[in-house]
C-alpha cells in the first residue's frame, strides 16, 4: 500500500522560503512520476510541479524560477523547495502520485491521474 506524507509547512514572511517534504513508502519514488499540488480557499486544486522520468521537472508558471522540485532516492522522498514566496502562494500543498514514472506530460498535469495523495500541510505567506 503506497503512503505519502507531507511535511514542512508553516508560516512565513513574503520573500520568505520554506521547503516542503513528501515521504513515500509502498513505492520506491524512482519508479512513479510525483507531483505538488495546491488548493488556496474558495479555489480548485493546481498543480505547482512534477518529478518524472527520475529526472525530468516540471511547473506551473506562477512558481517557475521560484519553487524547485527534487527527489532523494535514499530516503525516498520529493522535496518541494520555495524561494520568494508571495501571499498568494498561501494554501494547502499536497502530494501526489502516479504509478508510472513515464507519464506523459499531459497527464502529469491532470490531478484526477494521480492514484495516492498525501494528507496535504498548510503553508500560509504573510504580507
Known amino acids: 500500500q503506497v503512503q505519502l506524507v507531507e511535511s514542512g509547512g508553516g508560516l512565513v514572511q513574503a520573500g520568505g522560503s520554506l521547503r516542503l517534504s513528501c515521504a513515500a513508502s509502498g513505492r520506491t519514488i524512482t519508479s512513479a512520476a510525483i507531483s505538488w499540488f495546491r488548493q488556496a480557499p474558495g479555489k480548485e486544486r493546481e498543480f505547482v510541479a512534477g518529478?518524472?522520468?527520475?529526472?525530468?521537472?516540471h511547473y506551473s508558471d506562477s512558481v517557475k524560477g521560484r519553487f524547485t522540485i527534487s527527489g532523494d532516492n535514499a530516503k525516498n522522498t520529493v522535496y518541494l523547495q520555495m524561494n520568494s514566496l508571495k501571499p498568494e502562494d498561501t494554501a494547502v500543498y499536497y502530494c501526489a502520485l502516479i504509478s508510472n514514472a513515464q507519464t506523459i506530460l499531459s497527464v502529469l498535469f491532470t490531478e484526477s491521474a494521480y492514484e495516492y495523495w498525501g494528507q496535504g500541510t498548510q503553508v500560509t505567506v504573510s504580507s
Open positions: 518529478l518524472r522520468r527520475r529526472t525530468s521537472t
